[in-house]
């Protein structure tokens, strides 16, 4: 589906990574997202709400969409970063299964959200705001 426009190079200056535990050979200064649309390896993640395969939509660091997971550390965008000889590279899945996974893995207890609490307090504080502002613009400040 997708192909290289770059002339391979040398196999001695290519690049290895490994997507998806695949071992992969691409042209040094190819980006994460171009390594695996060319690997055949073109969905990115998983959407944690509603468990969809998602992709690269931009291509250019503005969606977020293109988040994978390289050599372990989570939410890298593949189109912005660049592909490094030993990269792993792997599809990211955040769910809210895996987040329960890891709470019980760390022993962190969920934390509830008590958003009504939230509510009152941000209320008065804008409303001490606003009143600061009417005041200010009375007395022209």
């Given at each position: 589906?997708?192909?290289?426009?770059?002339?391979?190079?040398?196999?001695?200056?290519?690049?290895?990574?490994?997507?998806?535990?695949?071992?992969?050979?691409?042209?040094?200064?190819?980006?994460?997202?171009?390594?695996?649309?060319?690997?055949?390896?073109?969905?990115?993640?998983?959407?944690?709400?509603?468990?969809?395969?998602?992709?690269?939509?931009?291509?250019?660091?503005?969606?977020?969409?293109?988040?994978?997971?390289?050599?372990?550390?989570?939410?890298?965008?593949?189109?912005?970063?660049?592909?490094?000889?030993?990269?792993?590279?792997?599809?990211?899945?955040?769910?809210?299964?895996?987040?329960?996974?890891?709470?019980?893995?760390?022993?962190?207890?969920?934390?509830?959200?008590?958003?009504?609490?939230?509510?009152?307090?941000?209320?008065?504080?804008?409303?001490?705001?606003?009143a600061d502002v009417?005041?200010?613009?009375?007395?022209?400040?």
């Amino acid at each position: 589906m997708f192909r290289s426009v770059t002339k391979q190079q040398d196999p001695m200056t290519a690049v290895q990574v490994t997507i998806n535990d695949t071992l992969v050979s691409v042209v040094p200064g190819t980006t994460v997202w171009a390594a695996m649309a060319l690997a055949g390896e073109t969905a990115t993640r998983v959407s944690p709400v509603n468990q969809q395969v998602r992709s690269a939509y931009c291509a250019m660091g503005v969606c977020f969409e293109c988040m994978v997971e390289i050599n372990g550390m989570p939410n890298r965008q593949a189109c912005l970063t660049e592909v490094v000889d030993g990269m792993q590279i792997n599809r990211q899945v955040i769910t809210e299964a895996t987040i329960a996974e890891l709470q019980t893995e760390l022993k962190v207890e969920p934390q509830p959200q008590d958003v009504t609490g939230n509510l009152s307090e941000l209320t008065a504080t804008g409303s001490s705001l606003a009143a600061d502002v009417t005041e200010n613009i009375k007395t022209g400040e």
